[in-house]
T-cell receptor
């Protein structure tokens, strides 16, 4: 199994450009989520999904859009990139949203916005 | 912010020594997990301690949880150079969201 796969690993954008970070998992997990990691701030939840067709906002959703058309895929769209969105983005999945479900993480996508 | 605060932010020790990291939250937390992150990589789940447990062991890891103090600690015994990584706590808040701590960077010198 590949687990959670994120692409691209690195990306440089100019302010105002848009792009999509791809995330796919092959573990048949219902729950998928996107986090951003910034120095000294740990991981903050951007958006999450509890199943195909269902998405919800996390702690820092502004400037990002998501959709979940299949169980496997959960892309994150940056609509108009800003320097404040320079960060490392992680996709994570779990068999369960609630209780004791552990997260399985991708390797991350490092985004720089100039 | 709901984030957990971890202490210390950074820790440097020699191989063979023990490493202790602490995590605290402002809101109540349940079912706390600890994750490890090697430099430039994704996070990997280490251990879960359930809300009704006070202490749990797994190999060289010992985790404690005090729900009344909203805090947890991770002890790594007999540290090795390969333990060098960042460690994050993650607890479930009252709305069942998994909220991460700010992380502790551990450096173990051979």
């Amino acid at each position: 199994n590949a687990g959670v796969t994120q692409t691209p690993k690195f990306q440089v954008l100019k302010t105002g450009q848009s792009m999509t970070l791809q995330c796919a998992q092959d573990m048949n997990h219902e729950y998928m989520s996107w986090y951003r990691q910034d120095p000294g701030m740990g991981l903050r939840l951007i958006h999450y999904s509890v199943g195909a067709g269902i998405t919800d906002q996390g702690e820092v959703p502004n400037g990002y859009n998501v959709s979940r058309s299949t169980t496997e895929d959960f892309p994150l769209r940056l609509l108009s990139a800003a320097p404040s969105q320079t960060s490392v983005y992680f996709c994570a999945s779990s068999y369960s949203l609630a209780g004791v479900g552990e997260l399985f993480f991708g390797e991350g996508s490092r985004l720089t916005v100039l | 912010s709901q984030q957990g605060e971890e202490d210390p932010q950074a820790l440097s020790i020699q191989e063979g020594e023990n490493a202790t990291m602490n995590c605290s939250y402002k809101t109540s937390i349940n079912n706390l997990q600890w994750y490890r992150q090697n430099s430039g990589r994704g996070l990997v789940h280490l251990i879960l301690i359930r809300s009704n447990e006070r202490e749990k062991h797994s190999g060289r890891l010992r985790v404690t949880l005090d729900t009344s103090k909203k805090s947890s600690s991770l002890l790594i015994t007999a540290s090795r150079a390969a333990d060098t990584a960042s460690y994050f706590c993650a607890g479930r808040n009252p709305t069942d969201k998994l909220i991460f701590g700010t992380g502790t960077r551990l450096q173990v010198f051979p």
